[in-house]
């Protein structure tokens, strides 16, 4: 029996060579002549979707994804934000910034009554004591104390500090004095001065000095409004951006001892880890656990993280974050004491240098303890790249990040099998 397709005769029953390509293109002819319509209908959904599945494998592969992870208050977020200055939009054309506007307020409250609480009669009062220096600013002490009870730096409380600083958005004036004349208080000033005991935010200084001129212009949100405003991170939050040719995926991941159980779900196909540590907490406590130094934490997480099983072929940029803060602190006399307290393997003087060598070799010396234990038939297949950043300073990122963009690619590369 002969059937004709494509102007050709082929015996029906009879297997064609199909390594031929005219007689497969028959073959197939004949195999669609002799199914039904919902089948081939079938048969071409199912093709469409191997084609899409095949994009979105190739996209998946072109993407860097990369972790952003370190202990709270260490600059993860802030990172982000930059990113979003230098490669996104930024923040200065956005059309609703009232939620931003309360969020700096809520940081100028909390921060104050902070210092507030270390006085005298405050619930955390420092030791020696330390007076309000001026006794017309009790009454104003007494208002910001009573308007920051019940606030923090997390969101869950969002709606109620809405609702209680809304009317200062409206009327901004009289909590403006009351911030402008304790911010000049010789008291504040001097609890301002061991902030290294309290638990503040390291832009309180900027925002209590912006805080006029910013309500005389109108509440206008400026990128580094933003980038120095103070949210703790709860969950996974996920941001994407395009980079010239090449797409990468910042997942930023809430650093506080409650939120790090989440970590585990991010850990699979990362190109790198950022490992973001605070440099300027060598003599500062955690705000989760006052027994805890800042730096160990650092330290502590780092070395489980790099011996991690799900991190075993997974590459480190440490950024040693907080740099001007960490410089900062080292021209007043007596920090290289204060690190040695904390480190008593820290032999150097209140030099500047020879402490961010010592914190390099800290961290360092973690990864090649570890480095050690691997067999000598085992090849290497994790790195450490480390950098010194102002993750406040958009330019000092923008120059890290370029720095960093060859090896996020070439690790990519590497993982893709193509190097």
Not at 316 to 325: E, Q
Not at 356 to 368: D, I
Request: aromatic letters at 8%; proline letters at 3%.
């Amino acid at each position: 029996i002969l059937f004709s397709c494509c102007g050709s005769a082929v015996a029906v029953g009879r297997t064609p060579p199909v390594t031929h390509p005219t007689m497969a293109k028959i073959w197939s002819c004949i195999d669609c002549a002799m199914i039904s319509e919902e089948e081939a209908s079938a048969r071409r959904r199912n093709r469409q979707l191997n084609r899409q599945l095949r994009r979105e494998a190739a996209r998946h592969r072109a993407e860097m994804r990369l972790l952003l992870l370190g202990p709270g208050e260490s600059g993860k977020s802030t990172i982000i934000k930059q990113m979003q200055i230098i490669h996104g939009v930024g923040f200065e054309n956005m059309e609703d910034t009232a939620h931003i506007v309360i969020d700096v307020l809520r940081n100028i409250v909390v921060n104050m009554a902070e210092l507030l609480n270390a006085l005298e009669d405050g619930s955390s009062a420092l030791t020696p004591a330390i007076r309000l220096g001026q006794h017309d600013n009790k009454e104003r002490a007494k208002r910001v104390k009573e308007l920051a009870v019940g606030m923090s730096d997390d969101n869950q409380n969002r709606t109620m500090c809405a609702a209680r600083l809304s009317p200062i958005h409206k009327d901004p004036e009289p909590f403006v004095e009351d911030i402008r004349c304790l911010w000049a208080d010789a008291g504040v000033l001097s609890a301002y001065d061991r902030r290294s005991e309290l638990q503040l935010s390291d832009s309180a200084a900027y925002q209590f000095e912006r805080l006029p001129g910013w309500v005389a212009g109108g509440f206008v949100v400026t990128n580094q409004d933003v980038v120095r405003l103070r949210n703790q991170t709860s969950g996974v939050l996920e941001t994407c951006f395009q980079v010239g040719a090449h797409h990468f995926r910042f997942v930023d991941v809430g650093g506080q001892r409650q939120e790090r159980h989440k970590w585990i779900q991010c850990f699979s196909d990362v190109t790198a880890v950022f490992f973001i540590a605070n440099a300027a907490g060598f003599d500062m406590r955690l705000r989760e656990d006052r027994r805890q130094n800042r730096l160990k934490e650092s330290l502590k997480l780092f070395s489980e993280l790099w011996q991690n099983r799900f991190l075993i072929h997974t590459s480190v940029i440490l950024f040693l974050n907080k740099m001007d803060l960490f410089r900062e602190k080292f021209k007043r006399p007596g920090a290289g004491d204060a690190l040695r307290r904390h480190f008593p393997g820290y032999t150097g003087i209140d030099d500047v240098t020879q402490a961010e060598a010592f914190l390099v070799r800290l961290f360092e010396g973690v990864s090649l303890h570890w480095d050690k234990q691997r067999p000598s038939n085992v090849p290497r297949t994790k790195y450490l790249y480390t950098h010194k950043t102002c993750a406040v300073d958009t330019d000092n990122v923008k120059r890290v990040f370029d720095a960093c963009r060859d090896i996020i690619i070439r690790l990519n590369l590497t993982a893709l099998n193509i190097l």
